[in-house]
């Protein structure tokens, strides 16, 4: 079972060296623990935020465990230089189309929502992100229009069979929950999200179990804060499901809880090959400083156990050492706590 540990920028090796410690308590045997760098990290070493040793590795791995990228000494760079290549790079290579991000409230944690806890503690709610197209991956650039203004483009475009292949893993996802499926679009503005609405009203025939519903990505963001605990499943594009995560997180309580996994086609001997993440980003404004919450990336080696390599069981292990330990008071900053990134590793090592 080899893993691709890529740590990246900022606060990513330090959360990351939580998720090895974690992952190393459970003592799997076959487990192997490849590094590799991404982000600026990389491109400091090989002049490219994915170099192609990186990619040969994640080729070569059954899983990939990712921290973030991003760096701010970075953000003049060409685009193709810059550190957050390397996510949707390795997204797109590899084919990772879904990305599950689950937000769920811990318990203990009600009171730590930017919401009311009485309407955070009904949060239970799995988002299923669109990961390989949308505005995220069209022609893009900059142009000077006729009359000589400097403009920016991106076209945001998604066919059927990108929806149809996204379509079929929310369903089955919804199938495994409540069985409802809020599907977020635009489509009474945007052709890609007409075309995204037929699809999932086609693909719904398949799945007579599933409660389909359509909702404005507008109403929807306003619902998610109103009454976040009426959604189950919620299948959306790139763009609106990576802007309706983030706030999903703060409805938890930090976004140093919420974790992903990106999956595409690809089996191994093991299990669906995938990359874990958490869903934030390299945190500059703390890196470096000990206090970021590593929650986040521990709940994604989690994922990875479940979805790679088919150990539910260590999966669930480490999902619950991670409640007791948020429930006994394991919590930094970003949950009005004062313990840092070690500290609270511990604490999930002890519970485990
Ligand atoms: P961010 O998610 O890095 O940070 C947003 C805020 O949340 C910051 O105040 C940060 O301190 C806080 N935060 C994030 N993670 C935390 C944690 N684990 N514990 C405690 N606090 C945490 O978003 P940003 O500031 O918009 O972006 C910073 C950089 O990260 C940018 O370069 C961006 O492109 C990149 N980014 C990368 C990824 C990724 O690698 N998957 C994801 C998002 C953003
Ligand atoms: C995320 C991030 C990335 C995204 C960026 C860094 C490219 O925000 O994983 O949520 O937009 O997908
Ligand atoms: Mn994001």
């Known amino acids: 079972m080899k893993i691709a540990i890529l740590p990246g920028d900022g606060i990513g090796p330090e959360i990351m060296a939580e998720a090895v410690r974690v992952l190393r308590a459970l003592d799997l045997p076959g487990v192997e623990l490849h590094d590799g760098l991404v982000g600026a ?11 192609p040793e990186t990619l ?56 730590h929502s930017s919401l009311r806890p009485e309407v955070a503690g009904a949060i239970d709610l799995m988002i299923v992100r669109e990961l390989n197209g949308d505005v995220y991956f069209g ?10 203004q400097r403009e920016g483009y991106d076209i945001m475009s998604y066919n059927e069979s990108e929806v149809r292949r996204i379509a079929h893993v929310a369903f089955r996802t919804a199938l495994g929950r409540s069985g409802r499926l809020c599907s977020v679009d635009k489509a009474n503005v945007l052709e890609t999200s007409q ?79 995938g990359a874990y993440e958490p869903i934030h980003g390299s945190a500059p ?11 986040a990336m521990i709940l ?23 409640a007791s330990a948020l429930n006994a008071g394991a919590r930094g900053a970003d949950l009005g706590g004062n313990m840092g ?6 604490a999930v090592l002890a519970a485990l």
């Open 56 to 111: 040969a590795l994640m080729h070569a791995c059954d899983a990939i465990l990712f921290g973030a990228v991003g760096d701010p000494a970075c953000d003049g760079l060409e685009r193709h230089l810059r550190p957050e290549q390397a996510v949707l790079g390795m997204r797109k290579e590899l084919g990772l189309f879904a990305n599950l991000r689950p937000a769920k409230v811990f318990p203990g944690l009600e009171a």
């Open 341 to 346: 990134t070690v500290a609270i590793g511990n």
């Open 285 to 295: 404004d703390i890196a470096g400083k000990g206090l970021a919450n590593p929650v």
């Open 195 to 273: 075309l995204w609405r037929d699809v999932m009203i086609e693909v719904a025939a398949d799945y007579p179990d599933v409660t389909l519903e359509h909702m404005y990505v507008d109403n929807a963001a306003m619902q998610l804060v109103r009454a976040p605990g009426k959604f189950d499943t919620i299948v959306t594009g790139n763009l609106f499901g990576d802007i309706l995560s983030d706030q999903a997180s703060m409805c938890v309580g930090s976004i140093g809880l919420l974790a992903s996994a990106s999956l595409g086609a690809e089996q191994t001997a093991f299990g669906t090959k």
């Open 139 to 148: 022609e893009k650039g900059m142009r000077t229009t006729s009359d000589g």
């Open 300 to 322: 994604s080696a989690a994922m990875m156990l479940r979805h790679s390599f088919g150990l539910e069981a260590e999966a669930a292990r480490i999902e619950a050492a991670v």
């Open 41 to 51: 990290a990389a491109w400091r070493v090989h002049g490219h935020p994915l170099p």
